[in-house]
């Protein structure tokens, strides 16, 4: 028999990445390839990348420069390490990787991934491939499912993508240019996944898309399904006991999902819901098409819907053009929703957007000491919050081993980890923990009581 390949993936940047990520090692199991987590005894290594952040593509190219000494040592030990860069950067960049860093043997584009199989066949023939295309056919069609013991090695808790790309062009944001036009997946196959995710253990189910609640796929009826109508579908299967979905814009939260937050109990009471500013005159040169006054307003729908709804979000500082009152309005919005957590950056220009070719760009010095103050008002939001867990009894779902011998991790239905003296059995259950301590952004708990659930199938190793 032959020695299993191995492989390794370094996944940069948001979740979608990640579950791109496990696709790909899922696509490649069936051709005998193992992941590894060190990348210096892989067979194959593919960056997948992000360019949401400044200077992506540098650091991209400054990873490459690690990689072609493992592919050096490789071949000094008669070893061939194929390299692949694959995901945003890939998309925008194309052939300039492989000019710029000619140790890359094949890049390819988060539409392109399910031509991986293909795609090394022609590197192993000496080619250099390039897949950045939008391929009409659906990747998901051609993608291999995860085995269960895959599902079972990556924990309870997992992300299904249902929805790719984005049709809002905010002008800082490259997303529609290097992820294209929003596409939403047919519900039967998000919920033939979900049940196989269920059917190895999995409890919690996060589903993601860059726009998330704009998912407009067909639903099992032939009709298109809203998300509110897949959330409903999906909080229906064995075994998936909370729900989550991540990313959200403010104007596609509609009246039927703020209803979901009312009407499911497994839907999680905590939502990230980008804003990105408070001064409507900044909202405007974003491109945001809300109003401060329109987030505000969908706010207060949910909290009527959901009064024990805890927000999270997004922000910009320096976007061109900011004044101080503009940026004083972006902090007073904070202390209006009483956020219990938010991202926050520096904007920065991204090539190919309209933010990029704005006049009025900001001084850095500027934009570093806005977003100091941001990140003061962000974080004593969160730890207020958290403060006013003390003594309160959560459902935490458990993931992992603790810090110290004889502790386990898990979720509270806010996302906060929570530590726990609890048997490893209990990994995959959902129990009952009143938080007994706060330091800084974690919880300590103990348990109230026995547990809620069966041991799971993950815990028995099924
Ligand atoms: S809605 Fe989100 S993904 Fe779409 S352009 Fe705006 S920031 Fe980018």
């Given at each position: 028999?032959?020695e299993?390949?191995?492989?390794?993936?370094?996944?940069?940047?948001?979740?979608?990445n990640?579950?791109?990520?496990?696709r790909?090692?899922?696509?490649?199991a069936?051709?005998?390839?193992?992941e590894?987590?060190?990348?210096?005894?892989?067979?194959?290594v593919?960056?997948?990348?992000?360019?949401?952040?400044?200077?992506?593509?540098?650091?991209?190219?400054?990873?490459?420069?690690?990689?072609?000494?493992?592919?050096?040592t490789?071949?000094?030990?008669?070893?061939?390490?194929v390299?692949?860069?694959?995901?945003?950067v890939?998309?925008?960049?194309?052939?300039?990787?492989?000019?710029?860093?000619?140790?890359?043997d094949?890049?390819?584009?988060?539409?392109?991934?399910?031509?991986?199989p293909?795609?090394?066949?022609?590197?192993?023939?000496?080619?250099?491939?390039?897949?950045?295309e939008?391929?009409?056919?659906?990747?998901?069609?051609?993608?291999?499912?995860?085995?269960?013991?895959?599902?079972?090695?990556?924990?309870?808790?997992?992300?299904?993508?249902?929805?790719?790309?984005c049709?809002?062009?905010?002008?800082?944001?490259?997303?529609?240019?290097?992820?294209?036009?929003?596409?939403?997946?047919p519900?039967?196959?998000?919920i033939?996944?979900?049940?196989r995710?269920?059917?190895?253990?999995?409890?919690?189910?996060?589903l993601?898309?860059?726009n998330?609640?704009?998912?407009?796929?067909?639903g099992?009826?032939g009709?298109?399904?809203?998300?509110?109508?897949?959330?409903?579908?999906?909080?229906?299967?064995?075994?998936?006991?909370?729900?989550?979905?991540?990313?959200?814009?403010?104007?596609?939260?509609?009246?039927?999902?703020?209803?979901a937050?009312?009407?499911l109990?497994?839907?999680?009471?905590?939502?990230?819901?980008?804003?990105?500013?408070?001064?409507?005159?900044?909202?405007?040169?974003?491109?945001?098409?809300?109003?401060?006054?329109?987030?505000?307003?969908?706010?207060?729908?949910?909290?009527?819907?959901?009064?024990?709804l805890a927000?999270?979000?997004?922000?910009?500082?320096?976007f061109?053009?900011?004044?101080?009152?503009d940026?004083?309005?972006?902090?007073?919005?904070?202390?209006?929703?009483?956020?219990?957590?938010?991202?926050?950056?520096?904007y920065?220009?991204?090539?190919g957007?309209p933010?990029?070719?704005?006049?009025?760009?900001?001084?850095?010095?500027?934009?570093?000491e806005?977003?100091?103050r941001?990140?003061?008002?962000?974080?004593?939001?969160?730890?207020?919050?958290?403060?006013?867990?003390?003594?309160?009894?959560?459902?935490?779902?458990?993931?992992?081993?603790?810090?110290?011998?004889?502790?386990?991790?898990g979720?509270?239905?806010?996302?906060?980890?929570?530590?726990?003296?609890?048997?490893?059995?209990?990994?995959?259950?959902?129990?009952?923990v009143?938080?007994?301590?706060?330091?800084?952004?974690?919880?300590?708990?103990?348990?109230?009581?026995?547990?809620?659930?069966e041991p799971?199938?993950?815990a028995?190793?099924?």
């Amino acid at each position: 028999m032959n020695e299993p390949k191995k492989l390794f993936v370094k996944s940069f940047g948001c979740q979608m990445n990640v579950y791109d990520s496990r696709r790909m090692a899922d696509t490649m199991a069936p051709r005998g390839y193992v992941e590894t987590a060190a990348a210096d005894d892989a067979d194959l290594v593919i960056l997948n990348t992000c360019h949401i952040r400044e200077k992506a593509a540098e650091k991209v190219y400054s990873e490459l420069g690690r990689v072609r000494r493992l592919k050096e040592t490789a071949a000094s030990e008669g070893r061939r390490l194929v390299v692949a860069v694959a995901g945003c950067v890939a998309q925008a960049e194309g052939e300039e990787i492989i000019r710029r860093a000619p140790s890359v043997d094949l890049v390819f584009g988060p539409q392109s991934y399910h031509r991986l199989p293909e795609l090394l066949a022609r590197a192993a023939r000496g080619e250099k491939p390039v897949d950045t295309e939008f391929p009409l056919d659906d990747k998901f069609d051609h993608l291999a499912a995860p085995t269960p013991s895959a599902i079972r090695t990556r924990g309870v808790s997992a992300f299904v993508t249902v929805q790719e790309g984005c049709d809002k062009f905010c002008t800082f944001c490259v997303v529609p240019y290097t992820r294209g036009a929003e596409v939403s997946r047919p519900a039967n196959k998000i919920i033939a996944e979900v049940e196989r995710l269920a059917a190895a253990g999995v409890r919690e189910i996060t589903l993601i898309g860059q726009n998330v609640n704009a998912y407009h796929g067909a639903g099992t009826n032939g009709r298109s399904w809203s998300l509110a109508r897949l959330l409903e579908r999906v909080s229906d299967i064995e075994g998936i006991e909370r729900l989550r979905y991540t990313t959200s814009h403010p104007r596609d939260m509609d009246d039927e999902l703020i209803a979901a937050h009312r009407d499911l109990p497994k839907l999680m009471p905590q939502l990230h819901l980008p804003v990105q500013s408070g001064s409507d005159r900044i909202l405007a040169a974003m491109n945001r098409r809300h109003t401060r006054a329109d987030y505000l307003d969908v706010v207060a729908r949910l909290r009527a819907a959901r009064p024990d709804l805890a927000l999270t979000s997004d922000f910009i500082v320096g976007f061109p053009g900011e004044s101080e009152a503009d940026f004083a309005e972006t902090l007073n919005l904070l202390d209006a929703i009483g956020f219990c957590g938010a991202f926050s950056f520096k904007y920065s220009p991204r090539p190919g957007t309209p933010g990029a070719e704005l006049a009025d760009q900001i001084d850095d010095e500027m934009k570093s000491e806005r977003l100091q103050r941001l990140q003061t008002a962000i974080d004593r939001g969160q730890q207020a919050f958290n403060r006013s867990c003390l003594g309160r009894t959560f459902d935490v779902l458990f993931e992992k081993p603790g810090r110290h011998a004889g502790q386990l991790v898990g979720r509270s239905p806010y996302l906060q980890p929570v530590q726990a003296t609890a048997p490893s059995s209990m990994i995959g259950e959902i129990a009952t923990v009143t938080i007994t301590e706060v330091a800084s952004n974690s919880l300590f708990g103990a348990l109230a009581h026995a547990p809620v659930r069966e041991p799971a199938l993950l815990a028995a190793g099924a």
